[in-house]
């Protein structure tokens, strides 16, 4: 079984500072990792992933993320926000030759003006 | 457009009513997920598909019922027996393998009263 911590419920910061969401993950066998974003009330679209090959992942609207499999991480990195990245960010594992993806339980980014 | 389409966006049921969530894609994947989304939760899964005909229980199926009659089609069906039904659903796709992306509906949020 996987698991997925994210370890800021909530993170505020100002327009164009640098922002970091962290996500660290637990599992018995290797795995894929995904980042995705959700907007009110609406579903899920995916920023960025790792499959395999190189550690360092570059997603849509500027976000990047670094696999780093001895410390069990997958932060999200985005060099200089905009208001409108204001939304829920979740982090996911699937674990190779499982159909079942799980979540953590998300962060809320607010970017103030 | 190919997507995921859940509908209605918004359902109020009263206490004790079967309701069921539609859930329609047109990517000709093969498999489906539902979730359920709580503030502060995270999503967790309900029920699977990987192929017609077939479907396993996820983290929280008790109370929650699924067919997988067509390819395209995974409805939801949220039973009497299901506690505390108010939350937001959403349904999702992949291609099928632990090393793909899923790809998510809008959504519907369901209240009861």
């Known amino acids: 079984a996987q698991s997925v911590t994210q370890l800021d419920s909530q993170v505020p910061v100002f327009e164009e500072a640098p922002v970091e969401l962290r996500c660290n993950y637990s599992?018995?066998?290797?795995?894929?990792l995904f980042w995705y974003v959700q907007y009110p009330n609406q579903g899920l679209q995916l920023l960025l992933k790792y499959l395999s090959g190189s550690t360092l992942v570059k997603g849509i609207n500027g976000f990047e993320a670094e696999f780093n499999k001895s410390q069990t991480s997958f932060h999200l990195r985005k060099p200089s926000v905009h208001i409108s990245d204001t939304a829920e960010y979740f982090c996911a594992v699937m674990g190779a030759g499982s159909y079942q993806l799980t979540f953590g339980k998300g962060t809320k980014l607010s970017v103030i003006p | 457009d190919g997507g995921i389409t859940q509908s209605p966006k918004y359902l109020f049921r009263k206490e004790g009513q079967n309701v069921t969530l539609s859930c329609e894609q047109n990517l000709n994947h093969d498999a489906m997920y539902w979730y359920r989304q709580d503030p502060g939760q995270g999503l967790r899964l309900i029920y699977y598909s990987q192929i017609v005909n077939d479907f396993q229980k996820g983290d929280i199926a008790e109370g929650y019922s699924v067919s997988r009659e067509k390819k395209e089609s995974f409805p939801l069906t949220v039973t009497s027996a299901q506690k505390n039904p108010t939350a937001f659903y959403l349904c999702?796709?992949?291609?099928?393998?632990?090393?793909?992306?899923?790809?998510f509906g809008q959504g519907t949020r369901l209240t009861v009263v």
């Open positions: 599992s018995s066998v290797s795995v894929y």
């Open positions: 999702a796709s992949s291609i099928g393998g632990s090393n793909t992306e899923a790809f």
